[in-house]
């Protein structure tokens, strides 16, 4: 389940307990009206931004209206998942850069499913 606030958005787990996680991206694929999101553990944050690890899980709205997170299981889901992941990281690599051009570099990041 997906709990927000307006400063932490947090994920309970099927015994109650809260992990606080910061949501980078949260998104809607129009071919198949499904939502997603790409998130990090805020826990992630305190080591090197290097070794972070961002996950990606589809979003479901459960009858009583609460939000649970479930795994991708489709490959195009996935697919499109990880294009909108690398293109957000394109983008944050080209503001932090300044000339627009990402560093050859620079290793590629997967999300995590």
């Known amino acids: 389940m997906i709990n927000k606030s307006e400063d932490l958005s947090f994920i309970t787990d099927e015994n109650g307990k809260e992990t606080p996680i910061q949501v980078l991206e949260e998104f809607d694929r129009s071919e198949n009206g499904k939502r997603f999101v790409i998130y990090s553990d805020i826990a992630d944050s305190t080591e090197q931004e290097v070794e972070r ?6 979003i479901v709205t459960l009858d009583d209206g609460s939000m649970e997170l479930q795994e991708i299981e489709d490959e195009d889901d996935m697919a ?14 080209s503001l932090s ?13 997967t999300i995590v499913n």
């Open 97 to 109: 850069l300044g000339d627009g051009e990402i560093d050859e570099d620079e290793e590629e990041e």
């Open 53 to 58: 690890q961002f996950y990606v899980a589809e």
């Open 80 to 93: 499109f998942c990880q294009a909108k992941f690398d293109s957000i990281v394109e983008e944050i690599m």
